[in-house]
């Protein structure tokens, strides 16, 4: 296995491929990652649930895999993604066998370490009569009433993406109610993956991973009646790599998100590491004043926190070196104005020579954050690309908290956009730190940078 480019404080398997976090929930104060796990190579395929348990959302212990494939059982071909609730005391996961896709349900002891399929899977056996559906997958869960319900991926072929809504009394049976929400075809794409549907402040949320779009899409709203109407749409992540989102209660009431962060390198490089698929640092969901959605990364995350240096007020021309804080785990909380300055911002991960670097600016003139990894790395299979948000500051300084971890970066805004990026530097020395302005000058009003400690023992991984 390749260690080059792995992160040290993001989740990832010990080896092999990973995507959507599954089954999220906090049990007796032990929190529980699920994921879709490839345990025989680098490349997806042969999905089963990995699993792995924490006390922070920061530091995981590895679990044996939770969910494998049954042999001429209704998930032979995958165990495909998920959710898990709490069902009167015992641990239930409810996911989507293949093939064809059903759902199915299996349960645990408080431990959740073993896990017994429902002999009476698949408890949902197929799409609703008179639907031509283009997917049927990933149920989420949740308790209504005195009964459940069950949003799934969908879509209706010829018109798009849908989210199904089912209820039961047992979780066994299952009737479908209708349409929970319904997407266009030229908009948001043909399949809905992965939704999620919870209170979120006075309001509902549902987030959406479309394909073939490959980006995670929220919508805040109302819902009465069964139906779920729509008032605000907008991406959870503008970076085209963060996918498959999974939402969960905690035990303390905060809504808290995790997603998928894929390669963004070729399939060849990324077989020949050995590894594949990162999860998102655990992301904190509120509703502003005004209603709109905020994401933070936990505070939790504190904890990783090592050797720290403060910058404060100063003028912010060109190009300002910070070499006392290069490095390639770091955390960077930085508050700027672009006063006279077209674009301010940061390069990180920079080469001595400029070769190789990451721009991370806002452009004040267009009002939009970006992020450029199209120079992260002289290697051909680096597939480095401009991403852009738009952000309006409305007079507010520019409030950025960046988190590097080797090939992961991810940028939030005044709370408010997200950017996840991948990078992959040819350079040992790639590591640079500096603040850059054009244009103009603007100015810096505070920086706070601290190396970042990893999650994992010694050995990386372990
Ligand atoms: C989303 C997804 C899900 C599916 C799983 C399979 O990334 O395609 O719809 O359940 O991954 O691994």
Known sequence: MDLRHRPRYHFMPLANWMNDPNGLIQWAGVYHLFYQHNPHGPAWGNMHWGHATSRDLVHWTHQPIALAPTPGGPDQDGVFSGCAVNHDGVPTLIYTGVRPEVQCLATSDDQMIYWRKSPRNPVIAGPPDGLDVTGFRDPYVWREGDGWRMALGSGIVGQGGIVLLYRSADLQSWEYVGPLCQGRLDETGHNWECPNFLPLGHRHLLLVSPQPLRQAHYFLGSYQGDRFTAQEHGLLDHGGLYYAPQAFVDEGGRRICLGWLLEGRTQEAYVAAGWAGVQSLPRELTLAADGSLRQRPVPELASLRREHIHWGAAPIQDLTRLDEMAGACLELDIEMEPGEAEKVGLTVRRSPDGAEGVEIAYDAQRQVL?????????????????AEAPLALGGAPLS???????????????????ITARVYPTREDSTGLALTASGGAARLLALDAWRMSGIWGSRPGA
Not at 370 to 386: I, K, N, Q, Y
């Open 400 to 418: 950025l908290r960046v988190f590097l971890d080797e090939s992961v970066i991810e940028v939030f805004a005044n709370d408010r956009v997200c």
């Open 370 to 386: 970006l992020v450029d990894s199209r120079t992260a790395s002289l290697s051909p299979e680096a597939e480095g690309r401009l």
